[in-house]
T-cell receptor, first 115, second 114 residues
Framework: DAMVIQNPRYQVTQFGKPVTLSCSQT?????MYWYQQKSSQAPKLLFH???????NEADTPDNFQSRRPNTSFCFLDIRSPGLGDAAMYLC??????????????FGAGTRLSVL | AQTVTQSQPEMSVQEAETVTLSCTYD???????LFWYKQPPSRQMILVIR??????QNATENRFSVNFQKAAKSFSLKISDSQLGDAAMYFC???????????FGQGTTLQVKP
């Protein structure tokens, strides 16, 4: 059973047209992450939520925003997509447990195309 | 800043043979965690194996094992008895001890030949 679900799997948008990607989880994890992965590259962390606390990476463009209305859902909003924003967007979740290495569980990703 | 380097963009192995994927990292911390993740084509990334830096013993998960050399900052993945389903992109990742942030290497695409 899928535990981290990303919808849609494929998203096509127009240059400059706002787009929202969604992620939901059934794991009840308190941390949710958004990564951007361009073709044949490593995933790059954009931001993460620790419960309701939003943590933005220093080099994440202002064009990218996120919302987490509750524990289960997290959204990635791209306000004005450019051609360079075409990528796979990965959502991941984790639950820190003291000093144990908390594993991140990934969704299958949403592949965004910008026309 | 912490960095993770995978110097092999592509590797291939014959089915049932053994292959080793390389990973090196740079950090000034003494307490951290290392992971290998597998990303099959068009499928989600899954954890293959993990290693705590304070443990000297190399982690093993069935056909997957690591060679963790802390002094050399090396963390290679050995896949024994390779199967067609092992074909994927493999990412080495480093995690700070006190945060959940992962730093990924560039990835190695593994091809398994029948």
């Amino acid at each position: 059973d899928a535990m981290v679900i990303q919808n849609p799997r494929y998203q096509v948008t127009q240059f400059g047209k706002p787009v929202t990607l969604s992620c939901s989880q059934t794991l009840n994890h308190n941390v949710m992450y958004w990564y951007q992965q361009k073709s044949s590259q490593a995933p790059k962390l954009l931001f993460h939520y620790y419960d309701k606390d939003f943590n933005n990476e220093a080099d994440t463009p202002d064009n990218f925003q996120s919302r987490r209305p509750n524990t289960s859902f997290c959204f990635l909003d791209i306000r004005s997509p450019g051609l360079g924003d075409a990528a796979m967007y990965l959502c991941a979740t984790s639950r820190p447990q003291g000093n144990r290495p908390n594993i991140q569980y990934f969704g299958a990703g949403t592949r965004l195309s910008v026309l | 800043a912490q960095t993770v380097t995978q110097s092999q963009p592509e590797m291939s192995v014959q089915e049932a043979e053994t292959v080793t994927l390389s990973c090196t990292y740079d950090t000034s911390e003494s307490d951290y965690y290392l992971f290998w993740y597998k990303q099959p084509p068009s499928r989600q990334m899954i954890l293959v194996i993990r290693q705590e830096a304070y443990k000297q013993q190399n982690a093993t998960e069935n056909r997957f094992s690591v060679n963790f050399q802390k002094a050399a900052k090396s963390f290679s993945l050995k896949i024994s008895d390779s199967q067609l389903g092992d074909a994927a992109m493999y990412f080495c990742a480093y995690r700070w001890s006190n945060t959940g942030k992962l730093i990924f290497g560039q990835g190695t695409t593994l091809q398994v030949k029948p």
